[in-house]
């Protein structure tokens, strides 16, 4: 440094302006370039005072010595009397308003970097502190210096003392109030800046509770205003200023008046429904302020809830004012504070709500008492809040509710009393026992009668809430059997859907103390459904509902418990079933697939050492035809009947369809291994051979998936590289299966199944290119083209039942993008390979393909690679064959609709003349309807999500074609093209306004 001040001194002496910028720019350089370390406390205050000197020289040179000086601030031996130096020198020396708005912006990051390093040091100033940030910021106006301002203001205000200027550093901030900055398009979208700066402004005027006292005034001012958006910022900032603490109390309470006006007219008559809420919000934030510290006597929050009842009790009682619903929000708002207002405002306005509900006669004005309630009722549920009743006054409005269970025909206020009840039943002891029972009974009684869905709804809501908030062992002991008892009854068809969905809305919500004794009834049931008939609907709807209990599993204990009480039984009677000659409804598909979501969730939630011997019962029973069953129970079990060990081979050829169909659960099981649970390659080696074989061999389609499935689930739980390897050669090189090319659709679904199973855990990489590099060659197959294209949907996309994150597979982060950087370079090769094949089904598959690889991946990784691609979707749209051209502008529509509003779209511009071209002529000439439809639909996806200039061109001719459109002889075309032509008159609108 030395030697560079030596070299330079003469230039920083100059008396030419430039040569001393030149000087300044090289030592600010090297400054910058330095280590935080490498100068020593000395050094550092020399350089703080050579730049604070600077700082007197020219203007041009202000912006070069506040970059040396924020240079210096990061250094580790940077004292605090030196920041307190920068701070005199900033506010009496520096020309900081006639800066440009970098420079400026550099003043203000210097400021801020002072406050967090240093603010003890600057907290000695006292006020002056304060003093010499509003001379150097006062007066700013650009946006984005301002972000830093009201940031560091913040902090300054919340750390120091401010008394002597309190209301000068209000006035600084406030005179920003509201802000009524418009950013444009790209501003908005990309950093949100006004969204920022309103924010930061908020922060400010709340930063001390001595800027209470001038901030209300301002509000309570802003909320005369006739601009909307100085309404609901002033209500935002009341809410911030409130929740400052009880130390703005007293502050608030001095306007207490006032404040209830202005926000109870903007509930009442609310220009805006974003002003209403506001205004609710901070109904619940003052109410909540007043009931906050200690109270001495009558508490303010007591005081402020009698004046809101006894201003709000007119609305309540004069209908035509057509006002309650409203008021109803104000009372709820008001509840909500705490528990002592809930309670006051339910005990006067519940009961005068029910008698003035006896007394009206319209449907409107009823209904509207009955919305007032249920927003109390949701404030007491909120809170906690049971409300001062009298024994009497509780059972009279709960017995009122109960009694409009039963009025006919059912309506709005039938649906409200059902809801009312629901809230009711959240406050624990507002409803007796003998009434939760009768109101129960009411429902099971009525639900399959109830004519109005929005009753039914209600209906199936309030036995959720009940599954949540009572007992277990009303629920289990008592509820759900006397629920059972009414399906029981009606176990012919139609089933008694309704009912059904009360047993899962009480089942679904996980509880502790669960009890799975009424498991066993539904057991009986379905086997007495099997025996008399078999009545599949039936044993599949009691299915149902034990998968809705299994769903809630929280524990291995309890999946240990299910396992002996459904999974083993069930099992047992399906492969007995599968090796009977009678019939049964567990041979039934979607018996057997109620089945598997079962086990699927008891298997996720088992310990491994249970699973270990479940799966060597499947390895005797799958493979050998053993169902003696000895490794379920321990000893030899043979069902009670002569069935012979061997009669069972889902496995081995014939492949008989009732056989092969239970590989779906032994798929669930597979495909649902506990968590770190790893296969091994000797013990499933043989087992993944026959299950290849049988997916590509069997003569059952469904079997056939099962199988893949379950190769793909294994697969996933194998860490092994070299064991991987293995599987898949063994697998893909038997020439039985090469060899025959009628199975050929079947092997790309086993391949497709394997991808996916080791696509999702990233591992192998090779291995997953030998089998996307199979599934892209098979794109040119007239066999299996179309399950090779749908297979990279399967492979990409979540899975509803198996290889999904519930089920414990093994998923990478990321494994969606690196798939597509694989499969894209492979796809796009064969894509140009297959330009002059003759068949357009070639091209469809793999624009199909296409289509599913840009599906699942985000924009930001499918758009660098769209030049290559954009190309081979515009020439397609050249075929005449329909299927080919809706797979095309199907994707077309994909890469438009992924882009962002007011981001540039995937689409470059050098593509905008073909596609345009070609999309106007598929609209009038195409004889399929379908295609003109998308053809017009895609040209208004241009308009709106690429930029204006590249189609300004091209606007009065797709306004003159879409004119000739709105003739089209089919309606629908017609439908499109007025949307699509209202979008093109737009174009480069903005461009002329601006």
């Not at 050579?50 to 007197?56: A, G, I, T």
């Not at 709807?541 to 999974?567: F, K, P, Q, R, W």
């Not at 083993?568 to 979501?597: C, M, N, W, Y």
Request: proline content about 4%; aromatic content about 8%.
């Amino acid at each position: 440094m030395l030697q560079i001040v030596e070299v330079v001194g003469p230039s920083l002496t100059s008396p030419e302006v430039s040569a001393r910028q030149e000087a300044l720019r090289v030592i600010v350089g090297v400054v910058d370039s330095l280590k935080r370390d490498t100068l020593e406390e000395i050094e550092v205050a020399r350089l703080t005072d050579f730049f604070v000197n600077r700082l007197q020289d020219q203007q041009t040179l202000f912006g070069l010595t506040i970059k040396g000086l924020l240079a210096l601030i990061h250094m580790k031996h940077f004292q605090g009397s030196s920041g307190v130096s920068i701070l005199d020198n900033l506010a009496t020396d520096g020309f900081v308003h006639s800066l440009t708005r970098q420079d400026r912006l550099n003043v203000y990051i210097l400021f801020e970097m002072l406050v967090d390093r240093f603010g003890q040091d600057l907290e000695k100033m006292g006020s002056n502190s304060l003093m010499r940030y509003i001379s150097v910021m006062d007066g700013e106006h650009e946006p984005r210096n301002l972000l830093i301002v009201f940031r560091t203001m913040v902090k300054i205000v919340s750390q120091f003392e401010i008394d002597p200027i309190t209301e000068t550093a209000f006035d600084v901030v406030a005179c920003y109030f509201p802000i009524d900055f418009t950013p444009t398009v790209q501003e908005d979208v990309e950093s949100k800046l006004k969204d920022t700066l309103v924010a930061g402004l908020r922060r400010c005027l709340t930063a001390s509770p001595k800027f209470a006292k001038y901030c209300l005034p301002l509000i309570l001012e802003k909320l005369q205003s006739d601009s909307n958006d100085a309404k609901e910022e002033s209500i935002l900032t009341f809410i911030a200023l409130c929740e400052s603490g009880p130390s703005v109390r007293t502050v608030v309470e001095e306007q207490i008046t006032s404040l209830w006006i202005s926000l109870r007219r903007e509930v009442l008559t609310a220009p805006t429904d974003s002003i209403e809420d506001a205004a609710v919000k901070a109904l619940t934030s003052l109410a909540s302020l007043l009931a906050s510290g200690p109270q001495l006597g009558v508490s303010s929050c007591d005081q402020f809830v009698t004046t809101v009842l006894n201003d709000t009790d007119q609305f309540l009682r004069k209908p035509e004012l057509q006002l309650q619903y409203p008021t109803g929000k104000i009372l709820k708002a008001v509840a909500m504070s705490s528990k002592a207002a809930c309670d006051k405002i339910a005990n006067i306005v519940l009961p005068l709500n029910v008698k003035l509900f006896m007394v009206q006669l319209r449907t409107e004005e009823r209904l509207a008492l009955m919305n007032v309630n249920a927003l109390i009722l949701q404030a007491m549920a909120a809170v906690g809040g049971m409300g001062n009743f009298e024994p009497d006054e509780r059972t009279f409005v709960a017995a009122f509710y109960q009694s409009l269970l039963t009025e006919t025909p059912q309506n709005m206020i039938t649906c409200m009393a059902v809801s009312g009840l629901a809230e009711m039943l959240k406050l624990k002891g507002f409803l007796e026992s003998d009434r939760i029972d009768q109101v129960c009974e009411t429902f099971m009684n009525g639900m399959m009668d109830y004519e109005n869905s929005g009753v039914v709804d209600e209906v199936t809501r309030f036995f959720s809430v009940a599954g949540r908030v009572l007992e277990e062992i009303y629920i289990y002991q008592k509820l759900i059997p006397r629920l059972l008892e009414y399906i029981q009854n009606r176990e012919i068809l139609p089933l008694p859907s309704r009912l059904i969905d009360l047993v899962q809305a009480l089942l679904r919500t996980p509880r502790a103390n669960r009890s799975p004794l009424f498991l066993a009834k539904l057991l009986d049931r379905i086997q007495f459904a099997e025996e008399k008939g078999p009545y599949v609907p039936t044993m599949k709807m009691y299915l149902d509902i034990i998968a809705t209990y299994v769903e809630g599993i929280a524990s291995t204990n309890e999946a240990e418990e299910l396992y002996h009480i459904v999974l083993f039984p069930t099992f047992r009677k399906a492969i007995h079933a599968a090796t009977s000659k009678e019939i049964s409804g567990f041979q039934d598909i979607a018996v057997l697939q109620s089945l598997s979501r079962i086990y699927r969730w008891i298997i996720s939630r088992l310990d491994h050492d249970t699973f270990k011997k479940l799966l060597a019962a499947l390895d005797e029973m799958y493979l050998s035809g053993d169902t003696s069953y000895r490794h379920f129970t321990g000893r030899a079990d043979n069902l009670g009947d002569k069935l012979l060990p061997s009669a069972f081979k889902p496995l081995e050829k014939p492949y008989i369809t009732m056989h092969t169909r239970c590989i779906s659960l032994m798929a669930s099981i597979v495909c649902a291994a506990p968590k770190n649970f790893q296969f091994t390659h000797d013990a499933w080696k043989a087992e993944v051979q026959k299950l290849m074989e049988t997916c590509c061999l069997c003569a059952d389609e469904q079997s056939s998936v099962f199988a893949a499935q379950c190769i793909g689930g294994i697969l996933n739980r194998i860490d092994d590289h070299t064991v991987l390897e293995s599987f898949i050669h063994d697998a893909l090189d038997d020439p039985a299966l090469t060899r025959s090319r009628s199975q050929e659709r079947r092997l790309i679904r086993a391949v497709v199944w394997m991808a996916k199973g080791l696509v999702q855990r990233s591992q192998a990489t090779v291995v997953i290119r030998r089998l996307t590099d199979m599934i892209i060659r098979h794109l040119k197959s007239k066999k299996s083209g179309e399950e090779a294209a749908d297979g990279l949907r399967v492979i990409l996309e979540d899975s509803e039942f198996i290889l999904n994150a519930q089920m414990n597979a093994v998923i990478s982060p990321l494994f969606r993008q690196k798939f597509f950087a694989l499969a894209l370079p492979l796809l796009m090769q064969s894509f140009k390979n297959a330009e002059h094949h003759d068949e357009a089904w070639v091209k469809k598959n793999h624009l199909v393909a296409l289509s599913h690889l840009l599906k699942y991946v985000p924009q930001s990784v499918a758009k660098p690679s769209m030049p290559q691609v954009v190309p081979f979707l515009i020439q397609s749209l050249n075929s005449d064959d329909a299927e080919l051209i809706l797979s095309t502008l199907s994707s077309i529509e994909e890469l438009l609709l992924e882009s962002n509003p007011g981001t540039p779209s995937s689409l470059e511009t050098v593509h905008i003349p073909p596609l345009v071209e070609r999309l106007l002529d598929l609209s009038l000439t195409f004889t399929n309807m379908n295609v003109r439809i998308a053809a017009v639909k895609i040209l208004g996806h241009v308009s709106t999500q690429c930029e204006a200039p590249p189609l300004l061109p091209y606007k009065q001719k797709v306004l003159k074609t879409l004119l000739k459109c709105l003739d089209d002889k089919k309606r629908r075309v017609r439908e499109v093209a007025v949307d699509t032509r209202n979008a093109w008159f737009l174009v480069g609108a903005s461009i002329k306004a601006n």
